[in-house]
């Protein structure tokens, strides 16, 4: 079917960046939206950014000026740039994406594994 995988966490301390990527591959037709969400510990899951197929994003109020979402629609990939990074960021950072297997067919939401942040000096 469709598989996401992400790359580009690590260790990273206060005040750096981080860039992520995540590439979809399989039976796609097309993708609409996608986007990042993260899991700290001891905490539910929550949303990242988001971007549509046109460009459009939102952000989560506590990444807001740090974070930047953008996606190659050529590549099939969404990326998540990460600047000023705090402590507060650690979490397993997870992509998704709106995908259309077949023409005609309504779209599926797909998750990647997820790829851990660490912020620690």
């Known amino acids: 079917q469709v598989q996401l995988v992400e790359s580009g966490g690590g260790l990273v301390q206060p005040g750096g960046s981080l860039r992520l990527s995540c590439t979809a591959s399989?039976?796609?037709?097309?993708?609409?939206?996608m986007g990042w969400h993260r899991q700290a510990p001891g905490k539910q899951r929550e949303l990242v950014a988001t971007i549509t197929s046109g460009g459009s994003t939102k952000y989560a109020d506590s990444v807001k000026g740090r974070f930047t979402i953008s996606r190659d629609n050529a590549k099939n990939t969404v990326y998540l740039q990460m600047n000023s990074l705090k402590p507060e960021d650690t979490a397993v950072y997870y992509c998704?994406?709106?995908?259309?297997?077949?023409?005609?067919?309504?779209?599926?939401?797909?998750w990647g594994q997820g790829t851990q942040v660490t912020v620690s000096s």
């Open positions: 399989g039976s796609i037709f097309s993708i609409g939206a």
């Open positions: 998704n994406a709106d995908v259309r297997i077949i023409r005609g067919l309504s779209r599926n939401d797909y």
